[in-house]
């Protein structure tokens, strides 16, 4: 009800603004143990018949909280609190980039969407490797890694490889993003040619700084919406074939078709990657997709436009392991996890995890 009365106010402010305030509060209450329990305290914490255990990690809920929200690991502690299974921070690149000229993050209300071409705009892997050190154990945290913008394509797997080095032993697990469109080129980098020696690289590296770690670090990628349904049968191939942990499907899209808001509106915010509801159906059908052709074999995390309790069990049926968000929380605020956790963990009670999750039976 708070968040319902200030939102008008904080859309007088520019999306960006808005979300650095946003970000600046939650490192805030992270940086205490009173802040940090101020959430739960609020909002409650995951019913216990929602946890979830996949890729060898224990998550309270399988809603978790995609990448782009807090891309330097200034708030995690904050997010994992309001109730979320997991929180991806990121994308993080290996050296500190500014990203693209503002603005550069807009609203779409009429369509519960949000446009951004941010550009990985963040602090460097060093910056996020020495907010990660001390976290301690408590949550499940991954991290997305995406590719320098001044790095050319040809020196992708190297600089994707030093993000590796120094931020896998302090992840969950990892996350190779290929397909945000803010970058130029990097969605060249699904191309199964171009993939291939990237995946097998950021592999190499990844089990060489964990040998000997207490667990081994999942490794899963990230793809577009936007891909043919016969490269995204190839990633799921080579998926396979590698031995990768999972897939995250899908990223935002460069797509504008059947949007409600004026097209004058939706002209201003000019290019980038459309996230929220207007996505909701592409997702869906990726999902079922990539599950089709990968079986059981791997963990599929679904993300775009989940902003309901059924929609999230919707997504478990049709293959999820697991469900993410981001836009839907800034139309509907803080109290959003926590929300969803109770209707969803009340739909499993009705229906039980859907035939084929991890947690049937």
Known sequence: ?????????????????AHRLGIWFLAALSRSALGRALPGA???????????????????????????LDKDAEAYPALLALGFGAVEIGTVTAKPQPGNPRPRLF???????????????????EAAAARLAGRGGDGVVGVNIGKTKVVPAEQ?????AESTRRLAPLADYLVVNVSSPNTP???????????????ETVQGELQAVTQGAPRRVPLLV???????????????DLALELGLDGIIA????????????????VERCGT????????????????????????????????????????????????ATLVQLYTALIYAGPGLPARLNRELCDLIAARGWPPGHPMAG
């Open 1 to 17: 009800m708070l968040y319902r009365l200030l939102r008008p106010l904080i859309y007088l402010l520019p999306a960006e603004t």
């Open 42 to 68: 609020l909002y409650g914490r995951p019913d216990p018949r929602l946890r979830t255990e996949v890729m060898g990690l224990s998550l309270p809920s399988p809603i978790g909280l995609a990448a782009g």
């Open 107 to 125: 609203r779409l209300p009429a369509d519960r969407a949000l446009v951004n071409r941010m550009g990985f705009n963040n602090h460097g892997c």
């Open 156 to 160: 992708a797997a190297a600089d994707y």
């Open 185 to 199: 080129g990097l969605r060249d980098l699904q191309a199964v040619a171009s993939l291939r020696p990237l995946l």
């Open 222 to 236: 990230k793809i577009a919406p936007d891909l043919a349904d016969e490269d995204i049968d190839a990633v799921a």
């Open 250 to 265: 899908t990223n935002t899209t460069i797509g504008r078709a059947g949007l409600s808001s004026p097209e004058a509106r």
């Open 272 to 319: 980038g990657g459309l996230s929220g509801a207007p996505l909701c159906e592409r997702s869906f059908e990726v999902l079922r997709r990539l599950r089709q052709r990968v079986g059981t074999g791997l963990t599929l995390v679904s993300v775009g436009g989940i902003d309901s309790a059924e929609e999230a069990y919707r997504r478990l049926e049709a293959g």
